[in-house]
C-alpha cells in the first residue's frame, strides 16, 4: 500500500480530490478487487454496489475517527471490523427494503463489503490516525473513486456483454453481444485492460515530466 | 438443493463454481501470494483449515440464531468467530513451525479479510446445507482455492524468465492470466448440476 501523508500541511480538499484519480482504490492500489469483478457485470448492479461502498466507507471512517483515542492498539482491527459489520448490516436491510430485485441481484455480495480491503485499509491507514472531518472526507473521496471505478467496469461490461446501458438498449437488433464479457473472464479481461490504460498513461507522463523539465532549461 | 449428493456438493464448490476463478471471491490473496508456488501451496492448506473450522463454526452459530430468532447478528458473529479462528491458526502455525509462520508473513493474519472465508459462511447458510453437506462444502471450496493458487503460481513462476513489455508487467498480467485460467474452468461446466 502506499505511503500516505499524514501531516497538517495537506488541504482538506486533497484528501477528497486524492481517492478520485491520484490515488483512486481500484486502478491504482487495486484493493477491494473481488466486489469489483463479481458485480459489475451490468452498469446498474456496478452502480449499487458503488453507493453501498460509499456509505459504509463514510460512516465507519467516521465511527472509528471519533473512537481512535478510546480503543487499545492492541483490538483495534476487531473493533474496525464490528463497527464496519454493523453499518454493512444496515445497507443489506436497507437495499432489500428498497428494491427486492437489487438485493437478489447483488446477492450475497452486500454482505461481503465486511471483507473489503479497502474499507479496512482506509480505517487503519488514515481514519484511526486523523480527525473526524478528514475522516469523513477521506472516505467521501475514496468512496467516489471507488464509485467512478466500478461504474467505468460495469458500463463496458454492459455495452459489449448485452448491448445496452442500464438496461437501454444501444445498437440496433444486428448487433451480436459478446457473451464473454458477462461471464466471470470478462471481469478479468476488462479490469486488466483499464489497468494497462492506466499504466500507459502513468508511463507516458513520467516519460514527458523530465523531458519537459529538461526542454525549460 | 437440500438433495445434492455430497461429491457433486465436492466438485461443484471446488471445479465448477471455482470460489476464485467463477466468484471472484479471495482475489487478493491470489493476486498477492501467488508468486511463488511453495508459499502458494502452504497459503492454500492455511485457508483449507480456516475454511472447515469457520465452516462448522458457521453451521452451529446459525443454528443457534435460527432458535433465538436474531438473523440479524449472523454476520458480525460470523466475521467473529472468523477473525478468532484465525487467530488460532496463526498461534499454531507459529508454535509448529516458525519457518512457515515466517514466510506467509503479512497475509495469514489477512485470512481474516478473505472474503472467500466469509462467503462460504455465508453461501451454505443461504442454500440451507446440512451439517455433512456444509463440510463437503468448505473442503470443495478449500481445494478449489488452492488449486486456483498453486495453477497461478506455475504460471507466474514461468514468466518470470520470459520477456514481456512493461506496461503489462504487475497487476495487469496476473489478470489477464486469471481470466485465461477462468474460461478454461468454463469446461468443467458440464460436469455436473
Known amino acids: ?217 | 438443493m437440500t438433495g445434492d449428493p455430497l461429491w457433486s456438493i465436492f466438485v461443484n464448490a471446488c471445479l465448477i463454481n471455482n470460489f476464485v476463478l467463477a466468484y471472484f471471491l479471495g482475489i487478493c490473496p491470489f493476486l498477492g501470494v501467488s508468486g511463488k508456488l511453495e508459499t502458494a501451496t502452504r497459503m492454500g492448506g492455511a485457508v483449507m483449515f480456516v475454511m472447515l473450522v469457520s465452516s462448522v463454526c458457521a453451521y452451529g452459530i446459525n443454528a443457534l440464531l435460527v432458535a433465538i430468532d436474531a438473523p440479524y447478528l449472523r454476520l458480525i458473529s460470523f466475521i467473529a468467530v472468523i477473525a478468532s479462528t484465525v487467530q488460532l491458526v496463526e498461534m499454531f502455525i507459529k508454535k509448529m513451525s516458525p519457518a512457515l509462520f515466517r514466510a506467509l508473513g503479512i497475509f495469514l493474519p489477512l485470512i481474516t479479510t478473505n472474503c472467500a472465508i466469509l462467503g462460504l459462511a455465508l453461501f451454505q447458510t443461504n442454500k440451507g446445507y446440512d451439517f455433512p453437506q456444509c463440510i463437503a462444502y468448505s473442503l470443495g471450496a478449500g481445494a478449489g482455492f488452492t488449486l486456483a493458487l498453486v495453477l497461478m503460481a506455475g504460471l507466474r513462476e514461468k514468466l518470470e524468465l520470459t520477456t514481456i513489455p512493461d506496461v503489462v508487467k504487475g497487476t495487469a498480467l496476473s489478470l489477464i492470466l486469471a481470466g485465461i485460467l477462468s474460461i478454461a474452468f468454463m469446461g468443467f461446466a458440464g460436469l455436473g448440476g
Open chain 1, 1 to 217: 500500500m502506499a505511503q500516505y501523508d499524514t501531516s497538517e500541511s495537506v488541504r482538506d480538499s486533497d484528501e477528497f480530490i486524492k481517492g478520485l484519480w491520484r490515488e483512486n482504490p481500484v486502478f491504482v492500489q487495486v484493493l477491494g478487487m473481488c466486489p469489483v469483478l463479481a458485480v459489475s457485470n451490468t452498469a446498474r448492479n456496478a452502480l449499487a454496489m458503488g453507493l453501498a461502498t460509499l456509505f459504509v466507507l463514510v460512516m465507519s471512517n467516521a465511527v472509528i475517527s471519533l473512537l481512535r483515542s478510546f480503543v487499545p492498539r492492541q483490538v483495534r482491527i476487531a473493533t474496525f471490523i464490528l463497527v464496519i459489520a454493523t453499518f454493512v448490516t444496515i445497507v443489506d436491510y436497507a437495499i432489500q427494503a428498497i428494491s427486492l430485485d437489487l438485493h437478489k441481484a447483488l446477492g450475497a455480495f452486500i454482505s461481503l463489503i465486511v471483507v473489503n480491503c479497502l474499507i479496512l485499509g482506509r480505517a487503519e491507514a488514515f481514519a484511526s490516525r486523523n480527525t473526524v472531518g478528514r475522516s469523513i472526507l477521506d472516505g467521501l473521496g475514496m468512496g467516489v473513486g471507488f464509485c467512478f471505478a466500478l461504474l467505468c467496469l460495469g458500463a463496458v461490461r454492459e455495452i459489449l456483454g448485452s448491448g445496452s446501458l442500464f438496461g437501454i438498449p444501444l445498437f440496433h437488433e444486428g448487433f451480436q453481444p459478446w457473451v464473454v464479457m458477462i461471464l466471470p473472464s470478462g471481469g478479468f479481461f476488462t479490469l486488466a485492460g483499464w489497468l494497462l490504460l492506466f499504466n500507459r498513461l502513468e508511463q507516458r507522463r513520467s516519460v514527458s515530466a523530465p523531458a519537459a523539465a529538461e526542454a525549460l532549461q
